[in-house]
Nanobody
Framework: QVQLVESGGGLVQPGGSLRLSCAAS????????MRWYRQAPGNERELVAA???????NYADSVKGRFTISRDNAKNVVYLQMNSLKPEDTAVYYC????????WGQGTQVTVSS
């Protein structure tokens, strides 16, 4: 059974940092492209960052220079380091694993507010 479990969300002040984790099981993790998405209330789900099996990363323009995606294939975990957080980063963050099939986690809430 495939599971993706996100963690690390919470409430943080503007300018603060959080690190999200997504632990995968039931897949050959190292072969999968991993992505982080987010969805704010009333908005469509948007792609935030992606990292392919070779470790090449891509980012949405809105988070470039502030967020870093990384992966640890030994631990089957993908991370999203989020720095200089802004109120507009508030959303539920989801991880996705895709290759021929794709899988989603349940999401973790990130709230940026003073």
């Amino acid at each position: 059974q495939v599971q993706l479990v996100e963690s690390g969300g919470g409430l943080v002040q503007p300018g603060g940092s959080l690190r999200l984790s997504c632990a995968a099981s039931g897949i050959t993790f190292r072969l999968y492209r991993m992505r982080w998405y987010r969805q704010a209330p009333g908005n469509e789900r948007e792609l935030v960052a992606a990292i392919d099996a070779g470790g090449v990363a891509n980012y949405a323009d809105s988070v470039k220079g502030r967020f870093t995606i990384s992966r640890d294939n030994a631990k089957n975990v993908v991370y999203l380091q989020m720095n200089s957080l802004k109120p507009e980063d508030t959303a539920v963050y989801y991880c996705r694993a895709d290759r021929m099939l794709d899988y989603w986690g349940q999401g973790t809430q990130v709230t940026v507010s003073s």
